[in-house]
């Protein structure tokens, strides 16, 4: 298994041959408001979730989970709407089984969650350790590409930064 880091917007889905090849890409929510209770985005999250659904226009996704909180589902929305796709709700407390359930569906993904939970996610995935995210970072997109030669985990820095 591989980590590496990539920096920039770049066209990191490649085509993959092998049949049994799949990617599950996994973003936390892009920058909320400062409100205590589900929180929406802020003007800088809704730039970032367009820019995320433009990174991943080429990723042959066929599905979009995102939790039931509104900066998740408002950071997914973006790509949903571009590919035409509904918006899969998961519980964040049930990561084990999700992760399971993305590597036995076997197909292209995008998962939006958490600060707490998406390095979580990402370490399931890949078998690999994750380290944490704080609650101000807010430019990482995990990709873990599955395929028969095992899995590869590379961290993509959005170069998105809102003052």
């Known amino acids: 298994m591989k980590y590496s880091l990539l920096v920039a917007l770049c066209v990191f889905a490649m085509p993959s041959f092998a049949k049994d090849s799949f ?4 973003v936390r929510h892009a920058e909320k408001q400062a409100v205590k209770e589900d929180p929406k985005l802020t003007p800088c999250g809704k730039l970032r979730a367009r820019q995320i659904a433009s990174m991943l226009e080429h990723t042959n996704i066929k599905h ?3 939790t039931a909180y ?3 589902m408002a950071t997914a929305t973006p790509f949903s709407l571009q590919k035409n796709l509904p918006i ?3 519980a964040p407390a049930k990561l084990e089984q999700f992760a399971q359930q993305l590597l036995q569906q076997k197909e292209n993904v995008l998962v939006v969650g ?3 939970t ?3 996610l990402a370490a399931l ?3 690999l350790k994750v380290p944490n995210i704080t609650e101000k970072a807010y430019r990482n997109l ?3 590409q599955v395929s028969e030669s095992g899995k590869t985990l590379t961290l993509l820095t959005q170069p998105l930064t809102c003052r």
Request: hydrophobic letters at 20%; a positive charge; aromatic letters at 16%.
């Open 23 to 26: 990617s599950i890409y996994l």
């Open 64 to 66: 979009v989970y995102s």
């Open 70 to 72: 509104q900066r998740t």
């Open 88 to 90: 899969k709700q998961y």
């Open 114 to 116: 958490h600060s707490n």
């Open 118 to 120: 998406t390095p979580q």
């Open 125 to 127: 995935l890949s078998d």
């Open 142 to 144: 995990y990709q873990i």
